[in-house]
């Protein structure tokens, strides 16, 4: 069965460095997404992407955060300059393009980033 | 703007005992609903969905729920717990559409007693 997957499963890293977050979306799927779960907290959407766009993102998505699809395959997050406040668990998703339905997301495993 | 509460963040059950979790939701429009589960160390699993028609929805693992709209929930339900069944899940909330980011609650964290 097709799976999202997520790589590296866990990535420390020091304050101010920056981290690429990678996922590789199921072939056929056309929608991105990434979320995060900090430690106890709900997760949280950050950003979709449709096209080779940017479709929404959340507030939490700033300047610090980018997003891209640098072949067919994979999906990469980007933070620039990580804070403490970065550490969390990064899930992806993807979904196929719908027409009338709403599109079910299948999410990867999640990257937990530490930031030290 | 949409939430979704969660009443409970951590449920505890004996196997063999009903399940229930609760959802609630606030949306300005009706609202497609979804259940999703994690197991440790694993990414969230499509529990079931309600996009429209039939209210009571079954789904994975002899999982269902239940739209009320005039109560706003989504409670979830199985009527008999089993060990394997304990988990986190998360109930989330979506305005639908060809894009439709997912708004989550905070998780229920299932623990299932021998």
């Known amino acids: 069965e097709p799976e999202v997957t997520q790589t590296p499963s866990h990535q420390v890293t020091q304050m101010g460095q920056e981290v690429i977050l990678r996922c590789v979306p199921i072939?056929?799927?056309?929608?991105f997404y990434w979320y995060r779960q900090i430690l106890g907290q709900k997760v949280e959407f950050l950003v979709s992407f449709y096209n080779n766009e940017i479709s929404e993102k959340s507030e939490i998505f700033d300047d610090q955060f980018s997003v891209e699809r640098p072949d067919g395959s994979n999906f990469t997050l980007k933070i620039r300059s990580t804070k403490l406040e970065d550490s969390a668990m990064y899930f992806c998703?993807?979904?196929?393009?719908?027409?009338?339905?709403?599109?079910?997301?299948?999410f990867g495993p999640g990257t937990r980033l530490t930031v030290l | 703007a949409q939430s979704v509460t969660q009443l409970g963040s951590h449920v505890s059950v004996s196997e063999g005992a009903l399940v229930l979790l609760r959802c609630n939701y606030s949306?300005?429009?009706?609202?497609?609903l979804f259940w999703y589960v994690q197991y440790p160390n694993q990414g969230l699993q499509l529990l079931l969905k309600y996009t429209t028609g039939a209210t009571l929805v079954k789904g994975i693992n002899g999982f269902e729920a239940e739209f009320k709209k005039s109560e706003t929930s989504f409670h979830l339900t199985k009527p008999s717990a089993h060990m394997s069944d304990a988990a986190e899940y998360f109930c989330a909330v979506s305005l639908g559409g060809s894009q439709g980011n997912l708004i989550f609650g905070k998780g229920t964290k299932l623990s299932v007693k021998p």
């Open positions: 072939s056929n799927h056309l929608y």
């Open positions: 949306s300005s429009v009706p609202p497609y």
């Open positions: 998703a993807s979904s196929v393009q719908g027409v009338s339905s709403y599109n079910e997301q299948f």
